[in-house]
């Protein structure tokens, strides 16, 4: 029983005291009810212009199609995709939406003359027909300066 009395008496000393009642019965009422105060005009918040979502560059697809595919039309798109960053991070939105379109363009038409051409280059090896086709070049070509 000691045990008991002796930890509600610590539990009680841990608390903090009670706080004493306010003399002025006046003092307690606008303690517990403030007068409504006065809100400020509610304000729009300012407008924030935000840009559109960054297009795009297709860089890296020029860089594979030029290497892989067609050399001058990925040169093209590789200019191209360099523009839209630059366009784009100096606030010209539309101009940057127009380089990446013409990058992708000149990407993918690169691409498609590079497929094009190793398909030409792999029927051409595959019949047998392209030793004769160069031998043909050479002869027409030559003269007896080159020989």
Known sequence: MEDHNERSQEDQSSMPP??????????????YHEPPREQPPLQEPPAVDIPPLKPGNWLWQSIVSTILCCI????????????VDSF??????N??????????????????????????????????????????IIENNASGYNF
């Open 95 to 136: 101009e940057s939406e127009r380089a990446a379109k013409k990058a992708k363009m000149w990407t993918i038409i690169a691409f498609v003359i590079g497929i094009v051409y190793w398909i030409v280059s792999i029927i051409w090896f595959t019949t047998g027909n392209m030793p004769e086709y160069m031998e043909g």
């Open 18 to 31: 009670p706080v004493p009642p306010l003399q002025d019965p006046s003092l307690q009422e606008n303690l």
């Open 72 to 83: 001058p039309f990925g040169i093209v798109g590789i200019v191209y995709a360099a523009k």
């Open 88 to 93: 784009y991070f100096n606030g010209q939105y």
